[in-house]
T-cell receptor
Framework: NAGVTQTPKFQVLKTGQSMTLQCAQD?????MSWYRQDPGMGLRLIHY???????DQGEVPNGYNVSRSTTEDFPLRLLSAAPSQTSVYFC?????????????FGSGTRLTVV | QKEVEQDPGPLSVPEGAIVSLNCTYS??????FMWYRQYSRKGPELLMY????GNKEDGRFTAQVDKSSKYISLFIRDSQPSDSATYLC???????????FGTGTRLKVLA
């Protein structure tokens, strides 16, 4: 199994450009989420999804859109990039069944907005 | 008040020391308590998790949850230089779908 695959690994955008960060998982997990990680601020939840067709906002959703048309894919769209969106973005998927639990992160996308 | 508080460190210890990493949380509704390890320029990896209260041991690592005081701990015995990383605690309640991370503690184990 590949786990959680994120593309691209690195990206430089100009202010105002839009782009989509891709995330795919092959573990049939229902729950997927996007985080951004900034120095001193830890991981902050942007958006999450509890299944295909269902998404919701996290802690810092402004400037980002998501959709979940399939269980496997959960892309994150930056609508109009701003320097404040320079960060490392992680996608994750998880499951829980009673006391069993699993949570897998992708390797991250380093985004710089100039 | 943040829902999860974690001392950012950095924490430097000599090889072989016992390391204690801690977090406090404020919402008693959470059921899953996790510890992640993150090496530099990598994604976090799940190290251990505890469901509800109590202790869990895995090799040199022990996770402890005290729900009465809302305190979670990770102990590393016989620490190794390869344990040098950032350790993040996290809490989750499946009913709320809220998943909250601490800011992470940077650990350096000196050879």
């Amino acid at each position: 199994n590949a786990g959680v695959t994120q593309t691209p690994k690195f990206q430089v955008l100009k202010t105002g450009q839009s782009m989509t960060l891709q995330c795919a998982q092959d573990m049939n997990h229902e729950y997927m989420s996007w985080y951004r990680q900034d120095p001193g601020m830890g991981l902050r939840l942007i958006h999450y999804s509890v299944g295909a067709g269902i998404t919701d906002q996290g802690e810092v959703p402004n400037g980002y859109n998501v959709s979940r048309s399939t269980t496997e894919d959960f892309p994150l769209r930056l609508l109009s990039a701003a320097p404040s969106q320079t960060s490392v973005y992680f996608c994750a998927s998880s499951y829980s069944e009673g006391s069993n639990y699993g949570y897998t992160f992708g390797s991250g996308t380093r985004l710089t907005v100039v | 008040q943040k829902e999860v508080e974690q001392d950012p460190g950095p924490l430097s210890v000599p090889e072989g020391a016992i390391v204690s990493l801690n977090c406090t949380y404020s919402n008693s509704a959470f059921q899953y308590f996790m510890w992640y390890r993150q090496y530099s320029r990598k994604g976090p990896e799940l190290l251990m998790y505890t469901y509800s209260s109590g202790n869990k041991e895995d090799g040199r690592f022990t996770a402890q949850v005290d729900k009465s005081s809302k305190y979670i701990s990770l102990f590393i015995r016989d620490s190794q230089p390869s344990d040098s990383a950032t350790y993040l605690c996290a809490i989750w309640g499946s009913g709320t779908y809220k998943y909250i991370f601490g800011t992470g503690t940077r650990l350096k184990v000196l050879a």
